[in-house]
């Protein structure tokens, strides 16, 4: 559920007690959220435009795995503002002030661990681009294939996130200088972001990231088709076409899961949707449980109220919300 939204043409600020009521908020980007620890899910979310770039903020209680893709027509920055463990991307370590650039239309795969605080800016390339001849009087070489990853100065980093504070704090204070306020931020944003892309740049490997995209898409399509099945991991490896400890260790660095437990993830989360939109009256907990592949109805109960804090039967009752 979105609680309590502070919706204005300058930002939108909001919570979440959903998953993917939360996925279906993100901007500039699109990208399914899924919880991969234990627990109610809690989120607060807030984006804004300041002109030129565009910013979201997020927060998260849980551990997650999140994966998509980022705008075509934009370049992105992903940058932690709030240290958590188990932040990667792609499998890659994002620790130690990392950036993630992602060049337009960027496949997305992320691991956060519980209490991460994230930003995603956004801008035009040609914009950046721009700003690089203008003010620095210097051609900016812009990724064309994601992902990069980055290392700034940790000033650079301090400097990004005291700006998106100021910004945050100037539309919750709705203060009347904000258009002031926005265009000078907007400025220093759009110049922080390309010093970044002018110092060094460190490409994730290449091609280790594309096996790692080609296995994990092929697992993604077969599961998809057998959510409701018994399958192993011997049928997984035959999908994917790798040994099962290839298989395994890039689902634990990637998801923090290895591929069996990956598929009851999302199992129940498909179970929680559907309860979420079906209609008490004419379906029983029982029946949704089953078309997932949950034939031990004690066993999926305790499961499932474990990993979400609430029972399926919780869930089933309360008022449908459909993602906006």
Not at 4 to 30: C, M
Not at 107 to 119: E, F, H, P, V
Not at 129 to 147: D, K, N
Request: proline share 5%; hydrophobic share 40%; net charge positive.
């Amino acid at each position: 559920m979105e609680n309590a939204p502070n919706t204005s043409a300058e930002g939108h600020i909001a919570k979440f007690d959903d998953a993917e009521v939360f996925s279906s908020a993100l901007k500039r980007v699109d990208m399914e959220v899924l919880q991969t620890g234990s627990g109610v899910f809690r989120a607060s979310y807030a984006s804004f435009s300041t002109g030129i770039c565009d910013a979201q903020v997020g927060s998260i209680n849980q551990p997650i795995f999140a994966r998509g893709a980022s705008d075509p027509k934009r370049l992105g920055f992903l940058v932690e503002l709030r240290k958590a463990r188990g932040w990667s991307w792609f499998g890659e370590s994002m620790e130690d002030a990392s950036v993630g650039v992602c060049a337009g239309g960027s496949d997305l795969m992320i691991k956060a661990g519980s209490g991460t605080q994230w930003a995603f800016i956004s801008a035009p390339p040609e914009s950046l681009a721009q700003c690089a001849q203008t003010v620095y009087g210097r051609e900016l070489a812009l990724p064309r294939r994601g992902p990069v990853r980055i290392k700034p100065h940790p000033l650079e980093v301090a400097v990004i996130r005291g700006l998106l504070v100021e910004s945050l704090t100037a539309i919750k204070a709705g203060s009347p200088d904000l258009l002031r306020v926005k265009a000078s931020i907007d400025r220093a944003l759009h110049r922080m972001m390309v010093q970044m892309l002018l110092g060094e740049t460190s490409e994730v490997r290449r091609a280790e990231i594309v096996r790692v995209q080609v296995v994990l898409k092929r697992v993604h399509y077969f599961m998809a088709g057998h959510l409701g099945d018994a399958i192993g991991l011997d049928q997984m490896c035959r999908a994917t076409g790798v040994d099962k400890e290839t298989l395994v260790r890039i689902f634990r660095d990637c998801l923090g899961l290895d591929p069996v437990q990956y598929l009851k993830v999302c199992r129940l989360n498909q179970v929680h949707k559907a309860l979420r939109r079906a209609d008490p009256a004419t379906i029983a907990v029982a029946d949704i449980a089953r078309a997932w592949g949950f034939s031990n109805l004690r066993r999926f109960t305790r499961e499932f109220t474990e990993w979400f804090g609430q029972s399926p039967s919780e869930v089933l009752r309360q008022p449908s919300r459909t993602p906006y």
